[in-house]
């Protein structure tokens, strides 16, 4: 479990349909237990259930384990393998996720990792030669399953051609921009991204993205900025504005894609689309250190 963030309980609670929202709230996630009430409905996935848990400390598991009525703490990750059909490895702190990810990657066990799915170049070449080798490995932002997202893309047509998309979101670019280039690339059907430029600061990120075809996009990243989630998408024709903050819904839709995914036995996110985000994600982030330079991307 990586600081602020509280999957590893709430993706559990969704997939267990039960939940202890006194604990979650305990553990610093009212926002959690208030969507988990408002959804109880559609809590609980047929077919999987989260039975082992494994996190830093004992302790921390043991609070998750009670959070989403998980039946087994494990002393060490590699304690899963053997007795799980797949894992999410349920951490967003993308600096961490091979050396945890590669002993069930090893094992042949399928895993979802938390976006982002890594920040430095090594790391991709890494998990894409894994994926070239036929290993299971499966990441994303769930924002590519936001219903927002899937209802402004049904609109595309009546929009015209696309010149330009601007995205503003809260919190850092590579934990959270990864979101708003998720719900971008999604929208558009991954178009192929060219060039990067951030002309920011340091907690103010400001990136323009250059794609095959003309599309230009700008992505606004503030720390400290009020606000959702917003994309305003301009065409020839119209616009339109998405608002982005269904999270409970777009959790549900994406774990449900990687339990399908695993009754399939492959992805099916095809891991082109994951690199490509990966790839613009990194850029962004080396363009800022480099005072603003154009980074171009090399598929």
Known sequence: MSPGNAHPSSWSAIINGTYNGDEIIAMGYPGVTSYLNANQATLGLPGAKV???????????????????????????????????????????????????????????????????????????????????GKFIMSCSSMRYASECMAAKTELTSLGKIELITAVGKKDWIKYGVHMLEAIFSIMNDPKPISVINVGKPDGDI?????????????????????????????????????????????????????????????????????????????????????????????
């Open 51 to 133: 039975t082992h848990v494994w996190s830093q400390s004992k302790a921390i598991s043991q609070q998750i384990a009670l959070t989403a009525g998980i039946e087994n703490v494990v002393e060490n990750l590699e304690d899963m393998i053997g007795v799980v059909d797949a894992v999410f490895l349920s951490r967003d702190d993308p600096e961490n996720h091979r050396e945890m990810a590669k002993p069930f990657i090893d094992a042949g066990v399928p895993i979802f990792i938390d976006k982002p799915l890594c920040s430095t170049l090594e790391d991709l070449e890494y998990f894409s030669g894994e994926i070239a080798n």
């Open 207 to 299: 990136v323009k993205i250059d794609f095959e075809g003309g599309l230009q996009v700008t992505v606004h990243l503030f720390m400290e900025i009020s606000g959702t989630f917003q994309l305003s998408i301009y065409g020839q024709q119209n616009w339109k504005q998405v608002n982005i903050s269904n999270s409970y819904a777009m959790f549900r839709d994406n774990i449900i894609e990687f339990i399908r995914s695993v009754k399939e036995g492959k992805p099916r996110l095809e891991f082109y689309k994951t690199r490509q985000i990966i790839k613009t994600l990194i850029a962004g982030h080396e363009s800022l250190k480099q005072g603003g330079k154009k980074i171009m991307i090399n598929q």
